[in-house]
């Protein structure tokens, strides 16, 4: 009977006093003391134990509802405000707050029962305090008294957030999952206190939970990012790739860049002046295409097949990401357009040299066809034209022509190793050249019918490739203003040049292919020098007998009185030798 009592108490949960009352009732009735006492005391220890599972069972159930909260949660922050929460209803402590790994750092994010300011944000290194402690063992860890514990790495940053919160009794268990720790759960109490491993682990299952949750939901934000990153991608590239069929030419494009954000976008043109332009020719020698900064600006290359035509600038430190996208993607689009433009002005240009060297090269007998090929050059056949003829470096002729900005209506070739330039005579390109980067070409013109063009074509060669033979320092000349010279420009006048050397110098030219002395070279130089015998053999770097000796052997041949023709003679040497270079090139 009286163990039945004991049973009946115990299934009805009942506390200790309803125990105690019932073993004095037991005495008072006649029962034996100190077997009511032994029962008293068994029945107390099951009510303990039977409660405490209770206890367990309430918490297992608290801890499952928690895991299937958090695994409804998508927001990383939302979520660790839960766990902060429902970590400090667990234990009962005063305060709970995560702290997560960035890099080589604790970050704490969020807090539960917090009074100041200064421990939401506070960063420490990732071996500081005792988050850092738990961090680097991966296992759970707790001091009764924060302040004075002397295991502990004390940082001054994490010492100030737990004085300004009274932080006494801490307890932390690591946020974990498939091994790699990703923060650290901790639970305060603003006295001291001791938590035993119920406590412990109790904390590190919400923590296990926590973790899974936290990974699911950067996961799954990671996730989020990247389709909304993708389908910006997709949505710029779609954009710009319709620009460029609509047949966008580079500046279209550039300024269809600037409508797709609200940065202010530039282009900058490669080559350039100032820092820019330094920075472009940088980036053109080490082959860079991503975007980089240059001073206080972000400077995306725009590039195709190794040549840098330029980049997209943007005057900021660091724009937005979205920003940063759209150069990204919009750079080989505009490359691309470059390229194309480029490679059509080459057709175009390579249509109009062809059109050009067969209007210069040919006649044709219908005027119908005729006007024809100079439309076909670029050319108005009712406006009057001069021809400019540049010898050497062909590539440096046409980029210096296409300085002068003459427009549209003016034609260009290389013909026989010469760039040939056809314009307007209305255009006074005589007055344009000039500069130190001017080439030296021959000038005709103006004329107005087919003939007279292909006549004006050969007289300009013929003057260019004479004042290159005679290193003439004008850069622009026609055939009048060679002077003497211009006897080269005409076999005839050549023929004669030859009949009057051969007057004059007869005898010595005989004498020197026979004896094999250049005594035509030792005339030449001592003319040159103002008749100096000493400056003479330095320039042909023999003794100044030499020079005697030849000059006595000059005094038989030409008589002695050719030194007051020196002049005629240096004229008649130099068209001679500017004959003989002329006839080389």
């Known amino acids: 009977m009286t163990t039945e009592n004991w049973l009946g108490l115990l299934m009805a949960q009942a506390d200790l006093p309803e125990l105690r009352a019932h073993r004095a009732a037991l005495i008072a009735g006649g029962a034996d003391e100190a077997r009511a006492d032994a029962d008293a005391r068994a029945a107390a220890e099951i009510g303990l134990m039977l409660q405490d599972r209770g206890q367990r069972v309430v918490e297992l159930a608290a801890l499952n509802d928690i895991a299937g909260r958090l695994a409804t949660v998508s927001d990383p922050t939302e979520l660790l405000v839960e766990v902060a929460d429902q970590g400090r209803r667990l234990l009962g402590v005063d305060l709970t707050y995560v702290a997560l790994v960035h890099d080589d750092d604790l970050e704490i994010q969020v807090a539960s029962g917090d009074r100041s300011a200064r421990l939401v944000g506070t960063r420490v290194p990732r071996t500081a305090g005792l988050a850092g402690s738990v961090v680097m063992s991966g296992a759970a860890r ?22 300004a919160e009274s932080i006494r009794g801490l307890l932390g268990v690591p946020l974990a999952v498939r091994g790699r720790v990703l923060g650290v759960l901790l639970a305060a109490k603003r ?38 990153g993708l389908e910006t991608t997709l949505r710029l590239d779609a954009e710009l790739t319709r620009a460029v069929l609509d047949g966008g030419d580079p500046e279209s494009l550039v300024e269809r860049v600037r409508s797709m954000t609200d940065v202010a976008v530039r282009w900058v043109a490669h080559p350039g002046d100032g820092s820019l332009g330094s920075a472009l020719v940088d980036l053109a ?23 840098l035509f330029g980049a997209l600038v943007v005057d900021e430190d660091a724009p937005p990401a979205a920003a940063l996208l759209l150069l990204e993607r919009a750079a080989p689009l505009i490359a691309l357009t470059l390229v194309g433009a480029r490679a059509t002005a080459r057709a175009v240009q390579l249509d109009r040299d062809i059109a050009t ?8 007998p219908d005027p119908t066809a005729e006007r024809r090929r100079w439309w076909g050059a670029g050319l108005d056949p009712r406006r009057a034209h001069v021809v400019v003829v540049v010898g050497g470096d062909t590539g440096h002729a046409r980029r210096f022509v296409e300085g002068l900005l003459l427009g549209d209506r003016v034609a260009t070739a290389v013909h026989h190793d010469q760039f040939v330039l056809v314009a307007p005579a209305d255009l006074d390109v005589e ?38 033979a005679l290193g003439h320092t004008r850069v622009l000349a026609r055939a009048a203003d060679l002077g003497v010279f211009a006897v080269l420009l005409s076999r005839t006048g050549r023929r004669e040049l030859q009949q009057q050397t051969m007057r004059e110098l007869g005898p010595v030219l005989a004498e020197e292919q026979a004896r094999g002395v250049p005594l035509v070279e030792t005339l030449d130089v001592f003319l040159d020098h103002g008749r100096r015998p000493t400056a003479t053999a330095a320039a042909l770097r023999v003794h100044v007998n030499t020079v005697y000796q030849r000059l006595t052997t000059l005094d038989r041949l030409l008589g002695h009185g050719w030194r007051e023709r020196s002049l005629e003679l240096q004229v008649l040497l130099r068209l001679r030798r500017a004959a003989s270079e002329l006839d080389d090139v």
């Open 357 to 364: 060297i067969d209007l210069l090269s040919r006649a044709e």
């Open 142 to 163: 707790w001091t009764s008294d924060y302040r004075t514990d002397p295991d502990l790495v004390h940082e001054p940053g994490a010492d100030r957030a737990a004085a």
């Open 431 to 468: 007055s344009r050249w000039h500069g130190p980067d001017a080439p030296v070409a021959g000038l005709a013109g103006p004329v107005v019918e087919p003939a007279e063009l292909r006549g004006a074509h050969a007289e300009a060669s013929r003057t260019a490739r004479a004042m290159t």
């Open 285 to 307: 020698r080490d082959g860079v295409t991503d975007h980089v900064r240059v001073g206080g600006s972000v400077v995306q290359p725009v590039a195709a097949a190794g040549q």
């Open 191 to 228: 006295e001291e206190r001791r938590f035993d491993e119920h406590e412990i682990s109790l904390l590190t299952g919400l923590a296990a939970h926590a973790a899974v949750a936290i990974d699911n939901a950067n996961t799954a934000h990671e996730l989020r990012d990247a389709k909304r």
